[in-house]
């Protein structure tokens, strides 16, 4: 079955430091990979998406990195966190070759920047 | 450029009322529509989604939304709300050329007995 992981669940981190969130997807090849972050107070935001290992599309500028180094691996890294970095980051998943149709969530991660 | 409008930022209702959370969305393509909700303290859940044919789909605990192309509209609609309905709803469109998934910024229902 098609599973996808995330960590981790909760993160607190003082402003200034680097981030990384891990996104992993089980059962599938070739998946297209998303980023979205929810700020408190606002709607679903997409941050990045990849189509293939490597490819990284940014949809918005922002302080933040996506990297795919394998195929179903998807990460998000920042280099120095700000306050508005805050917010809950949940990763998603698209099977190749059935369209837009079918999504797939993971459980998201809540990072706190204090 | 698609974007999803979720109208109303919060609805308050009394239990066993009608509720109607708006959405409207914008595209130049063909899209697939859907609606999330989110639990207190919980994931991102379907409710429901239109892909194609009948413009009125339901979900399994009562809600149901109809594709209005005309209007652009893809409004929710449950004929009588529980508490457990106090959730947040997300209207969201998928592009049908494209891979990609725009959210609405969300209606926070909230069920008053």
């Known amino acids: 079955s098609q599973t996808i992981h995330q960590w981790p669940a909760t993160l607190v981190q003082p402003v200034g430091s680097p981030l990384s969130l891990e996104c992993t997807v089980e059962g599938t090849s070739n998946p297209n990979l998303y980023w979205y972050r929810q700020a408190a107070g606002r709607g679903l935001q997409l941050l990045f998406y990849s189509v293939g290992i490597g490819q990284i599309s940014s949809e918005v500028p922002q302080n933040l990195s996506a990297s795919r180094p394998q195929d179903r691996q998807f990460i998000l890294s920042s280099k120095k966190l700000l306050l508005s970095d805050s917010g809950f980051y949940l990763c998603?998943?698209?099977?190749?070759?059935?369209?837009?149709?079918?999504?797939?969530f993971g459980p998201g991660t809540r990072l706190t920047v204090l | 450029a698609q974007s999803v409008t979720q109208l109303d930022s919060q609805v308050p209702v009394f239990e066993e009322a009608p509720v109607e959370l708006r959405c409207n969305y914008s595209s130049s393509v063909s899209v697939y529509l859907f609606w999330y909700v989110q639990y207190p303290n919980q994931g991102l859940q379907l409710l429901l989604k239109?892909?194609?044919?009948?413009?009125l789909v339901e979900s399994i605990n009562g809600f149901e939304a109809e594709f209005n192309k005309s209007q652009t509209s893809f409004h929710l609609r449950k004929p009588s709300v529980h508490i457990s309905d106090t959730a947040e709803y997300f209207c969201a469109v998928s592009v049908y050329n494209f891979n990609k998934f725009y959210f609405g910024s969300g209606t926070k229902l909230n069920v008053k007995p």
């Open positions: 998603a998943w698209n099977p190749p070759g059935l369209g837009p149709s079918i999504w797939y």
């Open positions: 239109y892909l194609s044919g009948s413009t």
